[in-house]
């Protein structure tokens, strides 16, 4: 009776209208305290990065200050993925105790076997989505002889915009720096992992999002591909503006992406776009870090957020 009478009120608040998911690396949300089972040495007070508490602070208040600006018209985004998150301690602190602290956010994180430490997970505003359960995927790195690396995070529940359960996945795909055809191995294993996953979800709503440490016309999308549709750029004369989530080499590039099932494209209401606000850059249009190699720079991310909006029947029918 209760469940009943909770879930109906969650509709009943939800107000008909577009329905904002955010991507986002936060580059390196370490706190300042040492985990004994990760390799979290160069986020500490006395490493060589200096990363003292000052620091994480101002971090979590650049976090929050990029957040506040995607709000649509007042609202917050409904979901924000994020990776690069280095545990709970974090994402309580981001919720709780920084400026964030208004948009009341709660968060689901699991923590995984990357040596470092960062992991994926996602903030929610509980009155807009109502998780219904969530896991934790691992992808077979050691049994490959890979170095272990982020686990894919699984989130299932209900949205106010949608007829039926929304299935929400987040990646951080293994690192391509130095990497050469290794690297590219255990990507291909990451994406048979997630293929798997999106195989288990045929004819679900499913969105994809996550850093994917490949540009759109690299190899792992060919399978991605055949059960999702990319909402980032595709034609060639859009890939070679100097545009992107990431800028490395003094290229730009799409490593981060956004993909959703045939079931859920009807609801979205255009391409991804890409948060590239005046703060969130340099003098010379680049992302400002928050770390160049070891020299601290105080800024936000090396990547730009970036966002779909899901829309209700309604409201697209209207834009027709």
């Known amino acids: 009776m209760l469940y009943g009478f909770l879930l109906l ?4 608040c939800s107000e008909v209208r577009a329905q904002r998911i955010v991507w986002w690396n936060a580059e390196n949300l370490f706190d300042c305290q040492h985990d004994t089972l990760k390799e979290d040495y160069e986020f500490l007070p006395e ?24 709000a649509d018209e007042d609202t917050w985004p409904m979901v924000i993925g994020m990776c690069e998150v280095e545990n709970d301690t ?92 290794k690297g590219e191995a255990h990507r291909r294993l990451a994406v048979e992992t997630l293929c798997t996953l999106l195989d288990e979800l045929a004819d679900k709503s499913v969105l994809l999002m996550g850093d994917f440490n490949a540009e759109p016309n690299n190899v792992i999308f060919r399978d991605i591909g055949k059960r999702l549709t990319s909402l980032m750029p595709q034609k060639r004369k859009e890939l070679r503006r100097a545009q992107g989530t990431y ?42 870090r928050t770390y160049q190699g070891p020299i601290y720079k105080g800024g936000f991310s090396d990547h730009l957020p970036i966002w779909v909006d899901l829309l209700p029947k309604e409201v697209r029918k209207n834009e027709k």
């Open 47 to 70: 490493s060589d990065r200096h990363w003292t508490r000052g620091r994480y602070w101002k971090k979590l208040d650049n976090l929050s200050r990029t957040i506040a600006a995607i």
């Open 247 to 288: 800028y490395f080499n003094r290229l730009w590039g799409f490593l981060d992406h956004i993909l959703v099932s045939q079931r859920l494209q009807p609801f979205v209401g255009s391409r991804a776009t890409v948060g590239r606000y005046p703060f969130l850059l340099t003098e010379k249009g680049t992302p400002w």
């Open 90 to 181: 974090c994402l309580r602190d981001l919720t709780r105790r920084s400026p964030l602290r208004i948009a009341r956010y709660s968060y689901i994180h699991e923590e995984g076997p990357d040596v470092r430490g960062v992991d994926v997970a996602m903030l929610y505003d509980s009155l807009r989505f109502q998780p219904l359960g969530h896991k934790a995927i691992r992808i077979p790195s050691a049994e490959h002889g890979f170095r272990p690396t982020r686990d894919i995070l699984h989130v299932w529940g209900l949205c106010s915009s949608l007829p039926d359960t929304l299935h929400l996945i987040m990646v951080h795909l293994p690192s391509r720096a130095n990497s050469g055809q």
């Open 9 to 12: 009120a969650f509709f009943l």
